[in-house]
Each structure stands twice: as C-alpha cells, then as structure tokens.
C-alpha cells in the first residue's frame, strides 16, 4: 500500500493509477441514475457532468462520497470497472447511522451533484488459481467488481451470499446469471451460513474474500485458522477496536510548518492536527477508508486502523491520524 489517499483528478485530466495515494482533489459528479435493488439499499449511478472520463479502478476500490449535506461516506464500487464514463454505489439505508445513507435515500435525487474523491483501494484482488468469495448482506458491493474480474481472468471462483432475507439482499438478479457458481442463502430459509463447510479444505491456491459485518468476519477468522495467513482477505465497515498503547499525552511534529501539537487523551491526532490549523482531509474517522493516510517520519505509530496489514504496520512509515495514536512520546508527520 503506498502512501496518500487517491482522490479524483479534476474533470480533464489524466486518469489517476487507482490505489492509496495521490491527489486530494475531490471533483464534482451528477447523480444521473438512482434505483432501489432490494429493501433499504440503492444504487446510484455517478457521471462527469460533462461527459468527460472518470478515473479507472481496480476492483475493491471505493469512492468518498461527499453529500450536499456535508457528510462525508465511503462505499464500495460495484458496477462496471471498464466503463469510463459512469461510477455505481449501492447505499445501505443505516437505522443507527449518522444520517448520511438517510440523506441518500430521503432526499438525494438524479440531477443533483455530490462531490467525490477517490477511487481508493484497500481490499485489492490478487492473483491467484482460484477465489472464494464470501458476502454479508450489503458486503456483496465490493465483491461484484471481484466476481467479474476472476470470469474475465478464466479464474475458478465460487460465492456464498448471506443475508436476514432474499428481499434484502441487493443485485441478486445480476449474480443469477453465473448459475451454481453463486450460493444464496437467506438466514430466514437457510440459517446462519455453513463457513466450513463452502470453505473446504485449506488450499493454498486459494484466496478467501470476505466483506460484511463483523460477527461475519470474526467468523470467518476461526473457520480459516488453518489455512495459510495470507489467504484470508477481509474488509470491515467498523474498525475493530484495541486498547491504545499508551494512555498519556504525546507530541506531534508538524514537518512542513515546523508546529509541534500535543495530543491528549480522548483527542484524535486529527483533531489536534486540526485545532492547529492543518487541515487533513477525512471522511470515516473510524480506521476504514484510508481517507486520512499521513506518512510519518519519525517516531513509532500505534495503528489501530483496519487497513495496514502486518508488514505495513511494522514498516511505521504511514498512519491513520483518525484513530491511529502514538507507541512513544513523539511523532512527527509529513504535515
């Protein structure tokens, strides 16, 4: 993973490689299609107002949504990776959220216009012989694009849908055509999904993608204990959550302006960061969207992030200021 969040080039520039890292741009899409595609869940289809190409992407990469409303959301891309013209997103309406899937849902309408940046991609698809995929609810959005790619590549790929009811469960007259390839299993007709079962034995030709709430993924943890480490691929809507290192306050260097900031316990680097003055662009403040990645230059991060993976976080060369903390008395970033 490389070091800045990508965000959208302005309309007429060259499309920007997808990934972490880049510009921070955010450019102005129209909504030019909304739809309902199961209960509570809408997909809204996003173009250059001027018809100019988008910014290419891998599948697995998301976008941020940026709403007249003023929040800020991350969601998945799911429609076709080579068109040039048009992004899709599904939006899950969220009863407990922060009123940003309300805002889509109640009032976003096709004509009005939304900020966007990205695409970002934390949850690449890697090459491999043979994938299996595994989908809760509105996780299925990620693994679309997935499902395509690994039929475009000859791929051998199997993967089980779960959700509370077939009603719910968006795109599912899309994922029909691939046959008995795809498992569908409401819990209200099948139960909880059988993990060990779809699993089978441990392969090591084999990735395992895994997108959807967190029971889904902490179980998917145990069902693959004994296949290899890296086999196992998730991404999670909510960081998982660890006791800091450290309880005290810590410093905070400002490279670029020289400022030092103290950080306080309860305070978020982002928010110190930003009392300060230096305004760091963000969008989940939970660990998730990459919106926020800060390279460091000194000091030892304390990640608590659900992106980096082992090797990354060991490097310490980057964090996640929105929840990332300090492991010592100093950091200093490239601010």
């Given at each position: 993973m490389s070091d800045a969040g990508t965000l959208l080039a302005p309309p007429g520039t060259a499309p920007a490689v997808p990934g972490r890292g880049a510009s921070t741009t955010v450019a102005t899409l129209e909504v030019?299609?909304?739809?309902?595609?199961?209960?509570?869940?809408?997909?809204?289809?996003?173009?250059?107002?001027?018809?100019?190409?988008?910014?290419?992407w891998t599948p697995g990469a998301h976008i941020d949504l940026v709403l007249p409303s003023g929040d800020t959301r991350q969601y998945s891309l799911c429609g076709d990776r080579f068109d040039p013209r048009t992004y899709r997103v599904a939006v899950l309406r969220e009863r407990d959220g922060r009123g940003g899937s309300a805002y889509v849902h109640d009032t976003l309408r096709a004509g009005d216009r939304v900020g966007v940046g990205g695409p970002r991609n934390n949850f690449p698809l890697v090459p491999s012989e043979r994938y299996l995929f595994v989908a809760g609810g509105i996780g299925i959005t990620p693994l679309l694009p997935m499902v395509a790619q690994a039929e475009v590549l000859g791929a051998d790929w199997r993967l089980l849908y779960g959700g509370r009811r077939r009603a719910s469960m968006a795109f599912l007259d899309e994922l029909a055509r691939h046959g008995e390839r795809v498992h569908v299993m409401p819990q209200d007709e099948t139960g909880l999904l059988d993990l060990p079962s779809f699993l089978g034995e441990p392969d090591p030709a084999t990735k395992v993608y895994c997108c959807g709430p967190g029971p889904l993924l902490d179980a998917m943890g145990v069902a693959c204990t004994a296949w290899p480490p890296t086999a196992l691929r998730t991404e999670r809507f909510v960081a998982e959550q660890a006791a800091p290192v450290r309880s005290a306050p810590f410093e905070v260097e400002l490279a670029r302006t020289g400022a030092t900031v103290t950080v306080e316990p309860g305070t978020s680097v982002l928010e110190a960061v930003g009392a300060a003055g230096v305004e760091v662009l963000s969008s989940c403040r939970q660990g998730t969207c990459g919106t926020c990645e800060t390279t460091v230059l000194a000091g030892v991060p304390d990640h608590r992030d659900s992106i980096l993976d082992d090797a990354e976080r060991a490097a310490g060369d980057c964090m996640f200021i929105c929840v990332s903390r300090a492991a010592d008395d100093r950091l200093v970033l490239d601010l």
């Open positions: 030019v299609g909304k739809a309902t595609v199961a209960e509570d869940v809408v997909a809204l289809t996003l173009a250059d107002p001027d018809g100019r190409r988008l910014p290419d």
